[in-house]
């Protein structure tokens, strides 16, 4: 069965999402073999039998409302618009480089013991301390004079220390301090160029999941409608297989057939009961995939109202593009585009650390130095001061050159990979329109082919009521229309999911070329 491919795989999602074209051995046959119970379509039509009494009225979900419903709400999307928030953050964290930085600080200190003194002078010892006796005579007092002049001035320096910050018992103090970076050798300007790039491949990445999601709900989308026309070819064929063992059972009671033919008409119609089970699992299997994807509820009913229709002849006849606009047009590629301009401009960063820094500096503060805690009525002293400091790297051990390799190593990566994505998109573009092209000859044969096998069924039926054929060839008959039917499905659903495919290859999130809302 085909698995849902991984993500990262550009080039093989439409291969793992496009149909498989089946054998004619039998339309649900047919269906299985698509690998429904994995990706497969909802289911349109409400069960029958007694159950379907009790089943509530569904929710009318036609394409355009899948597809609007998974853009704008559900968790795929959300998922995806959170890297670009994150990088929003990271752009504003690198800008805020360029701009000065200011900070400020309020301090308090309390000195609960001081060498210098809890008041901030000096104690002189009774030694030291000058206290001339003025009632000695006159030369008793020059003589002191003459022997304490030493002394008279450390007591005057006790005076002017009382004032300075040292030993103060209450100090309070606010700065304010600001650096501005003058010059950095160009660094500045690449980690700016870099995250106004970074923001733009970020947003051109959402681009990208955005449109990868709408393929996958129209591909999904796409699929129920074949599970849905697979699940009603099932049911016609029970009940023609239904009809024909009753006629037969008639044909029996009348004498006409014999118990033989009876018998293979209920053994025909028993077979095709296992097939419709397992095409109304499919069935139900895909409506809770697209349920998934659409974020709706699982266990909320589901009516898809878009029918798989041909495509009209004027829709068929797209406008061809060269791959290289294809490429220019592919969010994909100018992410990657993006993404060589960020190393180029890391080359500049990692150039840079062989360059000066001059950076600008400046700060502001004021101090007061009250007797009392609280006391706020004092004089504040000021501070201010400015600096320029040139930073100039001479050895960091080599690594500087480090990291300029690893800068240009970089780039020749993001290089190769530009020309990877290039040569991918281009690629899913043309395997796309080979696909759509492939499959709109498909319905215009196959539309054909229905005409020829109802014909044919018709003819076969009545040759037998007339003795003319056998009822194998019934058999074969109706298994021959029902495949054909089958058929005309898958080459529609191929040609709808090619086209999703292509406008998936062109990154457009355009519906119009969608089927109505039925």
């Known amino acids: 069965m085909i698995g849902r491919p991984s993500a990262g795989s550009e080039e093989n999602t439409y291969m793992h999402r496009r149909l498989r074209h089946w054998s004619t051995a039998g339309p649900v046959a047919l269906a299985l073999s698509l690998g429904l119970g994995q990706r497969t379509p909802a289911v349109a039509q409400p069960p029958t ?28 999307v959300r998922l995806a618009r959170a890297p670009v928030a994150f990088a929003d953050a990271q752009i504003a964290a690198t800008r805020s480089e360029a701009f000065p930085q200011i900070s400020g600080s309020l301090n308090y200190t309390r000195t609960m013991k001081s060498a210098i003194g809890g008041s901030g002078t000096f104690t002189l010892p009774d030694s030291l301390r000058f206290s001339p006796n003025s009632t000695a005579g006159i030369g008793e007092r020059i003589r002191y004079l003459e022997d304490n002049t030493l002394n008279a001035a450390l007591g005057v320096l006790g005076q002017l220390f009382g004032d300075l910050p040292f030993g103060q018992k209450n100090v309070y103090l606010a700065t304010i301090s600001a650096s501005q970076i003058l010059y950095s050798g160009g660094r500045v300007r690449s980690a700016l160029a870099i995250a106004d790039r ?92 697209l349920k998934r994807l659409v974020d709706i509820p699982l266990t909320e009913t589901v009516r898809l109202t878009t029918p798989l229709l041909a495509p009209p002849p004027e829709e068929s006849t797209a406008l061809r593009l060269a791959p290289d606009v294809v490429a220019e047009r592919r969010a994909a590629v100018q992410a990657a585009q993006e993404q060589v301009a960020i190393r180029n401009e890391q080359i500049g960063i990692a150039r840079a650390a ?15 130095a009250p007797l009392r805690a609280f006391d706020f009525q004092g004089d504040w002293r000021e501070d201010w001061t400015a600096g320029l400091t040139v930073e100039i790297p001479i050895f960091n051990g080599g690594r500087s050159l ?18 990877q994505i290039l040569e991918s998109v281009q690629l899913q573009y043309q395997r796309a329109q080979g696909e759509r092209d492939r499959a709109r000859e498909a319905i215009a044969a196959r539309q054909t082919t229905i005409d020829q096998a109802q014909r044919v069924y018709d003819l076969t ?31 529609i659903t191929d040609y709808f999911i090619a086209d999703a495919a292509l406008a998936r290859a062109l990154a457009q999130n355009d519906s119009s070329n969608t089927q109505g809302n039925g």
């Not at 039998?49 to 795929?76: H, M, W």
């Not at 058999?475 to 005309?488: H, I, M, P």
């Open 461 to 491: 039926v009545l040759r037998y009521e007339q003795g003319q054929a056998t009822q194998l060839e019934v058999s074969q008959a109706r298994l021959d229309l029902l495949n054909a039917r089958a058929n005309l499905a898958m080459a």
């Open 354 to 368: 062989f360059l000066p820094e001059v950076t600008l500096r400046t700060s502001y503060g004021r101090r007061l």
């Open 198 to 289: 970074a923001g733009r491949s970020v947003r051109l990445g959402l681009a990208e999941e955005t449109a990868e999601i709408e393929f996958q709900v129209k591909t999904a989308y796409y699929q129920a409608l074949l599970a849905q026309e697979l699940a009603t070819s099932a049911e016609e064929a029970l009940a023609q297989a239904d009809a024909f063992l009753a006629t037969e059972q008639l044909r029996l009671s009348a004498g006409t057939a014999s118990e033989l033919d009876a018998l293979r008409a209920e053994v025909s119609r028993d077979n095709l009961r296992p097939q419709l089970v397992q095409a109304r699992n499919a069935a139900e299997l895909a409506l809770l995939n």
């Open 49 to 76: 039998g007694p159950a379907s009494e009790a089943v509530v009225e569904a929710t009318s979900l036609s394409l355009e409302q899948a597809v609007a419903i998974a853009k704008g709400e559900s968790e795929d």
């Open 402 to 419: 480090a990291d300029m390799r690893v800068a240009r190593i970089g780039l020749d990566q993001a290089r190769v990979q530009l020309s």
